[in-house]
Nanobody, 122 residues
Framework: QVQLVESGGGLVQAGGSLRLGCVAS????????MGWFRQTPGKEREFVAA????????DYADSVKGRFTISRANAKNTVYLQMNSLKPEDTAVYYC???????????????WGQGTQVTVSS
C-alpha cells in the first residue's frame, strides 16, 4: 500500500554531516506521521526522530538531540534527516517508517523502508 525508499547514507569522518531522505509512493503523504529508526548488529532497532503529519511538531531521542534535524516536504512526498556532528556510535542502518500519529514505539509503525547504511569512522 505504501512504499518507502531511503537514500543518502554513506561513509563519513567523525564530526561530519550527512542528509538522509525518504520518499514515499502514492498520494496522501501529508496524512502520515514519519519516523526514523536505526539498528546495528546485536542491538534492537531504536528510535531516532519523528515528525507530525503537518511538520509542525518533532521529537528526538536524547542521543541525537541538538545534532539531528527531521523535516518534511509533503509536496515531494519526502522526509529528511539532517545529521550533523556525527559520532562513531551513530553508525547503523537507518530506516524510515510511517504511522498515522507521532510515536516513539517501533511496533506501532505501519510501513518501513529497506534502510540505508551510515558509517562514521574514527
Amino acid at each position: 500500500q505504501v512504499q518507502l525508499v531511503e537514500s543518502g547514507g554513506g561513509l563519513v569522518q567523525a564530526g561530519g554531516s550527512l542528509r538522509l531522505g525518504c520518499v514515499a509512493s502514492g498520494r496522501s503523504f501529508g496524512t502520515y506521521a514519519m519516523g526514523w529508526f536505526r539498528q546495528t548488529p546485536g542491538k534492537e532497532r531504536e528510535f531516532v526522530a519523528a515528525i507530525t503529519r503537518s511538520g509542525s511538531g518533532t521529537d528526538y531521542a536524547d542521543s541525537v538531540k541538538g545534532r539531528f534535524t527531521i523535516s518534511r516536504a509533503n509536496a515531494k512526498n519526502t522526509v529528511y534527516l539532517q545529521m550533523n556532528s556525527l559520532k562513531p556510535e551513530d553508525t547503523a542502518v537507518y530506516y524510515c517508517a510511517v504511522n498515522n500519529y507521532l510515536t516513539r514505539r517501533r511496533d506501532q509503525y505501519d510501513y518501513w523502508g529497506q534502510g540505508t547504511q551510515v558509517t562514521v569512522s574514527s
